[in-house]
């Protein structure tokens, strides 16, 4: 009987004390012209050579995909393919009987 007594007189402090909050205003989400959207760029891996000195990588920098060689040490770009109206993706490095550092890259 005592606790619900209590909780009768905590009711009206609650209210009080919650009625004097300030509302919370919904934030509206960063807008961004289609230029934006159109001129971001994509970069993705699909992995590396044999002796882990090169990464086989594709990319729409030049606004449609193409395949790119990363040299891990000095960290520079060789673009493989060069299409300006169909895009290129890389698959793998292609592993044959050649010496480790002279495998070639496929894609589609």
Known sequence: MKT???????LPLFC???????ELQARLPRQYSSEQLRNNVSVFA????????QILIGS??????????????????????HST???NFPVNFLYASVPPGREAPIGF
Do not use: H, M, P, W
Not at 4 to 10: D, E, G, H, R, V
Not at 16 to 22: E, F, P, T, V, Y
């Open 85 to 87: 109206g169909e895009s």
């Open 16 to 22: 009080a004390l919650s009625c004097n909050r300030k």
């Open 60 to 81: 729409n920098s030049s606004g449609i995909y193409n395949v790119y060689l990363l040299n891990v040490e000095d960290t520079t770009l060789r673009q493989l393919t």
């Open 46 to 53: 699909v992995g590396f050579n044999r002796n882990d000195s």
């Open 4 to 10: 619900k007594f209590f909780l009768l007189l905590l």
